[in-house]
């Protein structure tokens, strides 16, 4: 099994910034199977959507909601996965997970961690 833990959400004033990390661990296995993570966030009252993630060309996707102000980067050494927000709007309120995917292992996800931005 894998364990996703994001942290670094919290309340921040519009125009703000946080930066979220998602650290995997357990099975160095599955770990070392990984071929997909992205961030998802999902709003009160309203579906799970796609923030952040790999494509398969190796670029990464963004939501158009977030292009040019979210950043998402790893640190493949610590098995940590970042998203780094700038230019936080209300609208980016909700909860952020992290999500990997390993062919034939499975699909795993964090606990999610709230972002809240205040106008």
């Known amino acids: 099994q894998v364990q996703l833990v994001e942290s670094g959400g919290g309340l921040v004033q519009a125009g703000g910034s946080l930066r979220l990390s998602c650290v995997a661990s357990?099975?160095?296995?599955?770990?070392?199977?990984?071929?997909?993570m992205g961030w998802y966030r999902q709003a009160p009252g309203k579906q799970r959507e796609l923030v952040a993630a790999d494509s398969s060309d190796g670029s990464t996707n963004y939501a158009e909601s977030v292009k040019g102000r979210f950043t998402m980067s790893r640190d493949n050494a610590k098995n940590t996965i970042y998203l780094q927000m700038n230019s936080l709007k209300p609208e980016d309120t909700a909860v952020y997970y992290c999500?990997?995917?390993?062919?034939?292992?499975?699909?795993?996800w964090g606990q999610g961690t709230q972002v809240t931005v205040s106008s």
């Open positions: 999500n990997a995917v390993a062919n034939f292992l499975g699909s795993y």
């Open positions: 357990g099975s160095i296995f599955i770990i070392n199977s990984i071929n997909y």
